[in-house]
């Protein structure tokens, strides 16, 4: 950092790299994230057997460490270029400091010798210009903000952050450290020096690892660190103490501007980008709504307003995305904006994030969350009181609202949200919204829309041989554009009538397209068909990169490839839907963005989220599975046209019949659909859901105060269009009623005005199951299955246990083939055997339905098809390989991973469900164990791998097996040297790979570093002191 007041110079740059590297190569005070806790130097025998330890390491160091100490002195008591040194030190990372066998330490600092022999000059070649441009701005502010209030402020935080131990992007940060006075004198340093505890030590070595950015830190790097603090620094001041913005870049250090023209290619903003960020409403923290059509470059304005939170205003924040494989790909693409700019990025997706977070005292929080974690992360903040700690929210695709059970989540948790924490902003996206006016109203949010796409969208409907353009100006809404121009032979007709071929080879192998299909199977036929009529020629283009997938592909199935996607594939065609393991997608997905296939005949799932746009989209039929195209599907497939920077425009081609022309030309010209509540349609999971957890988390106890709250949800503003024969408030005691009469709530209510006042309360099975966020359809069998497994649960394998965790709403679309049920059953020990009697499955019932015979005994086909998939998920996790589980099951790929998925996530559920209830105390140390097998699915020496997000099993293999063999190896791995040992990793991912490893290892380091602090804190009542 430099300092105000200071003429910056290259000399002085080279004086002061120098003086620091002095300081900090001799110097075993190294700075860490922990900041110096005076209470550990307390009188109790362990600490003064830790300083006879010190006190003789310190003795037998060599006199380096003396002569170091003595420049040191010497340096402090030189005034202003003191100041000047501590601040490089504050930010210098270099030194780590490992623990030795024998417990002694030692600095490592290689670099630092080197880097006090680097030329001044080319500290400041290194430096982007902006930074250069920077440096004079600074030196040229100087004097005006020395004389400034804020000046004074603004120093103490320096001194402060010069003698603290903690992280240099955050010291500005702990208002607590910047407002204590610090003591500068060189004696007090002296002591600093010598009582240099073994703990502070441990902790360093603990988190070198997680420090390391890379192994060789230079100098120049070291000064970029320190220009940034200073940046992050005035960054927050600006946005504290101006509307405008006066940080180099939207208030955010120009950093930031770098990091996202390095990772993402962002030269300069969108012209609406830009306006959108200098929105008054934003200024003033209001909520905000803003739609754009698709690719319109949404996520980059919630980015910087996300960095602008965690940098500028010190809070934590909460991006809720729709899918896990999306949080995914954001953690990965986000971990490197928190390794350089000193924040943590956490997952909360599947059956990973911890309730509540981990409080951090220095680093804020990404929480990158699905909507069912985003939404028990937010109660779990609430209920300890943490709630304003989110400074704000991002809800990308904002339209889900109006999706099913996860539409009611999602609506569940901004509602509570807005009426808990008034200070947590909201900022909410979309491509796809009609009705903004009532979203407007809910979430009380300022709106911005803008009709900008950056690649013109050219709209056509095909009928019979004709191209139509799409024109809402024409009366029928159609306008000619073209004949189709192909020659068919009657064979080929008869096998394509629908003219696909000749639609994609306009643009294929040289651009690249996407062919939507209605179902799976259409899916993989189109694509066979597509490469059983085009020419050879197709074939040569990028032969060996084809070949490699295919390879790869073999690698991921462990020596089988999809034969489908064996033959379509040399043609440079895949299929892609949800039958394939997410490591057959991601390779596919990564082999299409980089060109060496060009055409995906795809389901709509592709169209949410993923971002693999297409010179051409083809729409096989308006249909989805059996259902006519809804608008917002139609809006976001046709969406994925046009490659920003690549095509000149993009074009999307409905495929139309005859009988269907009338509904396309209103589906076409129709405004989209409108985005409805679903709290009543979706009553278990939606309205009695929240009012238990209301209750529960103690937000509205009483019917007036659950009344209050449920109109400010999004169904309190629709209510007279959803709740017509009932008003909200009877609709809201008939759900407490019921929950009362389920025996999760306490209380009464009844007609009496008076009795309104009456408080609810939860009891233990509500509170288990808003805490496990169980459906309630669901928690009163759960609680019966889960006790009665108390009577006689089955121990000799996990089969039992795994039956408690294979989720409830999986089993009604499972038919089970009864000759595998019986197969499957017959090779189970007689102990395992005997699991299926208990659960009410009798062996003569299996028996009978695979011979056929008819049966008489009511047995309960639920628990029946439970125990199927039980049966799945046994087999899947004794022989973790997917590729055989489902040949063995006749199942898809993909349905048996989801399976597995899904039981990973309820797993981790019932935990929490068990945890509330003492009598199922003995589950916990049982599921916590099962969470992990189920989450990890894989050869135990591969998990510490798959943590990081984005490292599926192929990938952790190929990893292993290149020697990277935990998660420190990767974090300090060289990302040039990683592309070179494995297969098929691009620079971008292993860059990424190597950010997301040192973002969890930091992650996990941290949260133990709080563990230790909070161990070692003395506690302020202890008896007989005062
Ligand atoms: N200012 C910019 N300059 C260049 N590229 C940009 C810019 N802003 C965004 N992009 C790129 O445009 C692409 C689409 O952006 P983004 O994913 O944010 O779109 P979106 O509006 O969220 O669309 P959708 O509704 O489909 O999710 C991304 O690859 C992104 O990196
Ligand atoms: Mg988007």
Same mark, same amino acid.
């Given at each position: 950092m430099i300092p105000f007041g200071f003429t910056f110079k290259k000399a002085h740059l080279h004086q002061l790299s120098v003086q620091a590297s002095i300081l900090l190569c001799c110097n075993d005070s190294e700075e860490d994230m922990f900041g110096d806790y005076d209470s550990f130097c307390g009188n109790d025998s362990l600490l003064a057997q830790v300083d006879d330890i010190e006190h003789k390491y310190l003795q037998d160091k060599n006199m380096d460490v003396k002569a170091a100490r003595e420049i040191t002195v010497g340096n402090l008591q030189?005034?202003?270029?003191?100041?000047?040194?501590?601040?490089?030190?504050?930010?210098?990372?270099?030194?780590?400091?490992?623990?030795?066998?024998?417990?002694?330490?030692?600095?490592?600092?290689?670099?630092?010798?080197?880097?006090?022999?680097?030329?001044?000059?080319?500290?400041?070649?290194?430096?982007?210009?902006?930074?250069?441009?920077?440096?004079?701005?600074?030196?040229?502010?100087?004097?005006?903000?020395?004389?400034?209030?804020?000046?004074?402020?603004?120093?103490?935080?320096?001194?402060?952050?010069?003698?603290? =131990? &903690?992280?240099?992007?955050? @010291?500005?940060?702990?208002?607590?450290?910047?407002?204590?006075?610090?003591?500068?004198?060189?004696?007090?340093?002296?002591?600093?020096?010598?009582?240099?505890?073994?703990?502070?030590?441990?902790?360093?070595?603990?988190?070198?690892?997680?420090?390391?950015?890379?192994?060789?830190?230079?100098?120049?790097?070291?000064?970029?660190?320190?220009?940034?603090?200073?940046?992050?620094?005035?960054?927050?001041?600006?946005?504290?103490?101006?509307?405008?913005?006066?940080?180099?870049?939207?208030?955010?250090?120009?950093?930031?501007?770098?990091?996202? &023209? #390095?990772? &993402?290619?962002?030269?300069?903003?969108?012209?609406?980008?830009?306006?959108?960020?200098?929105?008054?409403?934003?200024?003033?923290?209001?909520?905000?709504?803003?739609?754009?059509?698709?690719?319109?470059?949404?996520?980059?304005?919630?980015?910087?307003?996300?960095?602008?939170?965690?940098?500028?205003? #010190?809070?934590?924040?909460?991006?809720?995305?729709?899918?896990?494989?999306?949080?995914?790909?954001?953690?990965?693409?986000?971990?490197?904006?928190?390794?350089?700019?000193?924040?943590?990025?956490?997952? @909360?997706?599947?059956?990973?994030?911890?309730?509540?977070?981990?409080?951090?005292?220095?680093?804020?929080?990404?929480? =990158?969350?699905?909507?069912?974690?985003?939404?028990?992360?937010?109660?779990?903040?609430? /209920?300890?009181?943490?709630?304003?700690?989110?400074?704000?929210?991002?809800?990308?695709?904002?339209?889900?609202?109006?999706?099913?059970?996860?539409?009611?989540?999602?609506?569940?948790?901004?509602?509570?949200?807005?009426?808990?924490?008034?200070?947590? #902003? =909201?900022?909410?996206?979309?491509?796809?919204?009609?009705?903004?006016?009532?979203?407007?109203?809910?979430?009380?949010?300022?709106?911005?829309?803008?009709?900008?796409?950056?690649?013109?969208?050219?709209?056509?409907?095909? !009928?019979?041989?004709?191209?139509?353009?799409?024109?809402?100006?024409?009366?029928?809404?159609?306008?000619?554009?073209?004949?189709?121009?192909?020659?068919?032979?009657?064979?080929?007709?008869?096998?394509?009538?629908?003219? !696909?071929?000749?639609?994609?080879?306009?643009?294929?192998?040289?651009?690249?397209?996407?062919?939507?299909?209605?179902?799976?199977?259409?899916?993989?036929?189109?694509?066979?068909?597509?490469?059983?009529?085009?020419?050879?020629?197709?074939?040569?283009?990028?032969?060996?990169?084809?070949?490699?997938?295919?390879?790869?592909?073999?690698?991921?199935?462990?020596?089988?490839?999809?034969?489908?996607?064996?033959?379509?594939?040399?043609?440079?065609?895949?299929?892609?839907?949800?039958?394939?393991?997410?490591? /057959? &997608?991601?390779?596919?997905?990564?082999?299409?963005?980089?060109?060496?296939?060009?055409?995906?005949a795809c389901t709509a799932t592709l169209a949410a989220g993923v971002n693999l746009p297409a010179r051409r989209v083809i729409l096989r039929a308006p249909y989805v599975a059996n259902d006519f195209l809804k608008k917002n599907q139609y809006k976001q497939m046709i969406g994925r046209a046009g490659r920003a920077g690549i095509d000149d425009a993009g074009e999307s081609i409905l495929i139309v019949q005859e009988k269907d022309k009338h509904l396309v030309r209103d589906l076409v010209n129709s405004p989209l659909e409108n985005c409805y509540s679903n709290l009543l349609l979706e009553l278990t999971k939606g309205m009695q859901s929240l009012l238990l957890s209301l209750v529960g988390l103690k937000i509205a106890v009483t019917c007036e105060e659950v009344n209050n709250f449920m109109c400010g949800t999004l169904l309190g503003v629709q209510q007279q269009l959803l709740s017509k024969e009932k008003s909200l408030s009877e609709v809201i005691k008939d759900g407490l009623e019921n929950l009362i009469e389920k025996g999760l709530l306490k209380g009464r209510i009844s007609e009496k005005d008076h009795n309104s006042e009456c408080t609810l309360t939860i009891t233990p099975l509500g509170k288990a199951t808003y805490k496990g966020s169980i459906d309630l359809a669901y928690c009163n069998l759960l609680y019966r299955d889960l006790k009665k497994g108390l009577e006689g649960l089955i121990l000799e394998s996990n089969l039992h246990l795994l039956y408690l965790a294979t989720p409830y709403d999986v089993t009604s679309s499972c038919s089970p083939d009864w000759m595998i049920y019986l197969r499957q059953f017959n090779q189970l020990s007689a102990a395992e055997q005997k699991v299926a009697d208990i659960v009410g499955v009798p062996e003569s019932f299996i028996t009978k339905k695979a011979s056929g015979q008819a049966i008489r005994k009511n047995v309960d086909s639920a628990v029946v098809n439970r125990l199927y998939l039980t049966f799945v998920l046994y087999t899947l996790v004794k022989e973790t390989n997917i590729w055989n589980v489902s040949e063995k099951f006749n199942m898809s790929r993909g349905y048996v991973q989801n399976l597995l998925n899904s039981a990973a996530s309820f797993a981790s559920c019932l935990l929490h469900f068990c945890e509330e209830l003492e009598e199922f105390w003995v589950y916990k140390a049982l599921l916590t164990e099962l969470t992990k097998q189920l989450t990890y699915c894989v050869k135990t020496e591969l998990i510490p791998l798959m943590e990081v997000a984005g490292v599926l099993e192929a990938r952790a293999k190929q990893l292993y097996n290149a020697g990277y063999k935990t998660l420190a190896h990767l974090a300090n791995a060289n990302p040039e040297t990683l592309i070179k040992m494995i297969e098929h990793l691009s620079r971008r991912q292993a860059k990424q790979i190597v950010s997301s490893a040192k973002m969890l290892l930091s992650e996990k380091a941290e949260a133990l570093q709080e563990e230790v602090e909070e161990l070692l804190k003395v506690p302020t009542d202890i008896p007989g002191t005062h």
């Amino acid at each position: 950092m430099i300092p105000f007041g200071f003429t910056f110079k290259k000399a002085h740059l080279h004086q002061l790299s120098v003086q620091a590297s002095i300081l900090l190569c001799c110097n075993d005070s190294e700075e860490d994230m922990f900041g110096d806790y005076d209470s550990f130097c307390g009188n109790d025998s362990l600490l003064a057997q830790v300083d006879d330890i010190e006190h003789k390491y310190l003795q037998d160091k060599n006199m380096d460490v003396k002569a170091a100490r003595e420049i040191t002195v010497g340096n402090l008591q030189s005034g202003i270029h003191q100041k000047k040194q501590d601040n490089f030190s504050a930010s210098e990372k270099a030194s780590v400091l490992k623990a030795d066998k024998e417990g002694a330490c030692q600095v490592q600092d290689r670099d630092l010798v080197d880097g006090s022999r680097e030329p001044a000059e080319s500290l400041l070649d290194d430096l982007p210009s902006s930074q250069l441009l920077y440096f004079e701005k600074m030196d040229e502010l100087s004097s005006a903000f020395r004389t400034s209030p804020d000046s004074k402020e603004r120093r103490e935080c320096v001194n402060s952050s010069s003698n603290k =131990i &903690r992280s240099p992007l955050s @010291y500005c940060a702990d208002a607590e450290h910047r407002n204590r006075p610090m003591d500068f004198s060189s004696d007090s340093k002296c002591v600093l020096l010598k009582t240099e505890s073994l703990k502070d030590h441990l902790k360093s070595a603990m988190t070198g690892n997680a420090k390391a950015q890379t192994l060789q830190v230079s100098k120049t790097k070291q000064l970029k660190e320190a220009v940034l603090s200073e940046e992050i620094f005035v960054a927050r001041k600006a946005i504290e103490s101006s509307s405008v913005d006066i940080g180099p870049f939207y208030g955010l250090p120009s950093k930031v501007k770098d990091l996202f &023209r #390095q990772l &993402r290619g962002i030269e300069t903003l969108y012209e609406w980008q830009h306006d959108c960020l200098m929105l008054e409403s934003l200024q003033q923290r209001k909520n905000l709504i803003y739609s754009l059509p698709t690719s319109g470059g949404k996520t980059l304005v919630a980015e910087i307003m996300i960095l602008q939170e965690l940098l500028c205003r #010190q809070k934590d924040v909460l991006m809720i995305l729709p899918y896990v494989a999306i949080v995914q790909e954001k953690i990965r693409g986000l971990s490197s904006f928190g390794i350089e700019l000193g924040f943590l990025v956490e997952e @909360y997706a599947g059956s990973k994030g911890r309730f509540p977070p981990i409080k951090r005292r220095v680093k804020k929080s990404l929480y =990158i969350a699905t909507i069912e974690k985003g939404h028990a992360l937010v109660n779990s903040l609430i /209920e300890t009181d943490r709630i304003s700690d989110l400074g704000l929210v991002v809800v990308d695709e904002l339209h889900m609202l109006g999706e099913g059970s996860r539409g009611a989540i999602l609506e569940i948790t901004l509602a509570k949200i807005l009426y808990t924490s008034k200070n947590t #902003q =909201i900022i909410g996206m979309s491509a796809t919204l009609n009705n903004v006016g009532d979203l407007q109203k809910f979430l009380r949010a300022e709106y911005y829309t803008n009709n900008f796409r950056p690649v013109e969208l050219k709209e056509y409907v095909k !009928i019979q041989d004709t191209i139509y353009a799409v024109d809402s100006k024409t009366e029928n809404g159609f306008t000619f554009s073209r004949l189709l121009n192909f020659k068919y032979s009657s064979c080929l007709e008869k096998a394509d009538p629908d003219h !696909i071929i000749a639609l994609v080879t306009e643009v294929i192998p040289n651009y690249s397209c996407l062919i939507f299909c209605p179902t799976k199977k259409n899916c993989e036929n189109v694509a066979s068909m597509v490469c059983k009529y085009l020419k050879k020629e197709f074939r040569a283009h990028r032969e060996k990169e084809k070949q490699d997938l295919v390879e790869n592909l073999k690698n991921i199935g462990n020596g089988s490839v999809c034969p489908v996607l064996k033959q379509t594939i040399p043609f440079g065609i895949a299929y892609h839907h949800s039958g394939l393991t997410n490591d /057959e &997608r991601k390779s596919i997905e990564e082999a299409y963005s980089s060109g060496v296939l060009c055409l995906l005949a795809c389901t709509a799932t592709l169209a949410a989220g993923v971002n693999l746009p297409a010179r051409r989209v083809i729409l096989r039929a308006p249909y989805v599975a059996n259902d006519f195209l809804k608008k917002n599907q139609y809006k976001q497939m046709i969406g994925r046209a046009g490659r920003a920077g690549i095509d000149d425009a993009g074009e999307s081609i409905l495929i139309v019949q005859e009988k269907d022309k009338h509904l396309v030309r209103d589906l076409v010209n129709s405004p989209l659909e409108n985005c409805y509540s679903n709290l009543l349609l979706e009553l278990t999971k939606g309205m009695q859901s929240l009012l238990l957890s209301l209750v529960g988390l103690k937000i509205a106890v009483t019917c007036e105060e659950v009344n209050n709250f449920m109109c400010g949800t999004l169904l309190g503003v629709q209510q007279q269009l959803l709740s017509k024969e009932k008003s909200l408030s009877e609709v809201i005691k008939d759900g407490l009623e019921n929950l009362i009469e389920k025996g999760l709530l306490k209380g009464r209510i009844s007609e009496k005005d008076h009795n309104s006042e009456c408080t609810l309360t939860i009891t233990p099975l509500g509170k288990a199951t808003y805490k496990g966020s169980i459906d309630l359809a669901y928690c009163n069998l759960l609680y019966r299955d889960l006790k009665k497994g108390l009577e006689g649960l089955i121990l000799e394998s996990n089969l039992h246990l795994l039956y408690l965790a294979t989720p409830y709403d999986v089993t009604s679309s499972c038919s089970p083939d009864w000759m595998i049920y019986l197969r499957q059953f017959n090779q189970l020990s007689a102990a395992e055997q005997k699991v299926a009697d208990i659960v009410g499955v009798p062996e003569s019932f299996i028996t009978k339905k695979a011979s056929g015979q008819a049966i008489r005994k009511n047995v309960d086909s639920a628990v029946v098809n439970r125990l199927y998939l039980t049966f799945v998920l046994y087999t899947l996790v004794k022989e973790t390989n997917i590729w055989n589980v489902s040949e063995k099951f006749n199942m898809s790929r993909g349905y048996v991973q989801n399976l597995l998925n899904s039981a990973a996530s309820f797993a981790s559920c019932l935990l929490h469900f068990c945890e509330e209830l003492e009598e199922f105390w003995v589950y916990k140390a049982l599921l916590t164990e099962l969470t992990k097998q189920l989450t990890y699915c894989v050869k135990t020496e591969l998990i510490p791998l798959m943590e990081v997000a984005g490292v599926l099993e192929a990938r952790a293999k190929q990893l292993y097996n290149a020697g990277y063999k935990t998660l420190a190896h990767l974090a300090n791995a060289n990302p040039e040297t990683l592309i070179k040992m494995i297969e098929h990793l691009s620079r971008r991912q292993a860059k990424q790979i190597v950010s997301s490893a040192k973002m969890l290892l930091s992650e996990k380091a941290e949260a133990l570093q709080e563990e230790v602090e909070e161990l070692l804190k003395v506690p302020t009542d202890i008896p007989g002191t005062h």
